[in-house]
């Protein structure tokens, strides 16, 4: 009886239980779009100097902070999907943009 499984997943998908709330719309240009750009670029240009001011190489500490700003961005998605909200593939490309922004602060700051 193959019908018997075709059904039984339809069943299931249809009835999958109360419906989610819509999320908002995520927009490019919001609030949450700046906090997430000025949050990566901190985090970058930061994290770089420390790194620097330890007694890392340059390319080693712009990698390293950039790694760090991208799982900063990341786990911040993951969190908030986790949270039942949005994970926004927006807030991952404003996170890369404050990011590099952050990149070259610091490499105007202290080459």
Do not use: C
């Not at 999320?23 to 790194?51: E, M, T």
């Amino acid at each position: 009886m193959p019908a018997l499984p075709i059904l039984i997943l339809a069943g299931s998908i249809s009835f999958g239980g109360p419906a989610r709330p819509q999320p908002a719309a995520d927009r490019w240009f919001a609030r949450d779009k700046a906090y997430h750009f000025v949050a990566s670029a901190v985090i970058q240009s930061v994290g770089h100097s420390v790194l620097r001011a330890n007694g890392h190489r340059y390319r080693d500490a712009a990698w390293t902070a950039g790694a760090l700003t991208l799982s900063a961005g990341v786990g911040k998605e993951l969190w908030d999907r986790s949270q039942g909200r949005v994970f926004s593939v927006k807030d991952l490309t404003v996170d890369v943009l404050g990011g590099g922004a952050g990149a070259v602060l610091a490499r105007q700051v202290a080459p």
